[in-house]
Nanobody
Framework: QVQLVESGGGSGQTGGSLRLSCKDT????????MAWFRQAPGKKREGVAA???????AYADSVKGRFTVSSTNYKVSLDLQMNNLQTEDTAMYYC?????????????????????WGQGTQVTVSS
């Protein structure tokens, strides 16, 4: 069974940086990759960034140029480096396991279609 565990997060200021990490401490699902979503209060959960099995990265338009995903093993871990933070980045951030074939769609991927989630980690950005 997939068990995604997030770490990092916390509070930061606009223009600052934070780093999130996610590890799959359980079973690896063949054909699956890892991704980051976020959910702000009163808003739908949205895809933020993901890493495909061939090293291709994908980002939501709102974070392009500011956020970077990386991993030493795409199957079991995914880091999210968040730079130039903005107040609108404030949200609960969730690690997810998604079919690798949908990584490029991360910016528009319906969170309702995702079956594997971590518990989430809060990111709060203040001005």
């Amino acid at each position: 069974q997939v068990q995604l565990v997030e770490s990092g997060g916390g509070s930061g200021q606009t223009g600052g940086s934070l780093r999130l990490s996610c590890k799959d401490t359980g079973e690896y699902l063949i054909g699956y990759c890892m991704a980051w979503f976020r959910q702000a209060p009163g808003k739908k959960r949205e895809g933020v960034a993901a890493l495909d099995s061939d090293g291709t990265t994908a980002y939501a338009d709102s974070v392009k140029g500011r956020f970077t995903v990386s991993s030493t093993n795409y199957k079991v871990s995914l880091d999210l480096q968040m730079n130039n933070l903005q107040t609108e980045d404030t949200a609960m951030y969730y690690c997810a396991s998604v079919p690798c074939g949908v990584v490029v769609l991360i910016g528009t991927l319906d969170a309702e279609s995702v079956n594997y989630w971590g518990q989430g980690t809060q990111v709060t950005v203040s001005s």
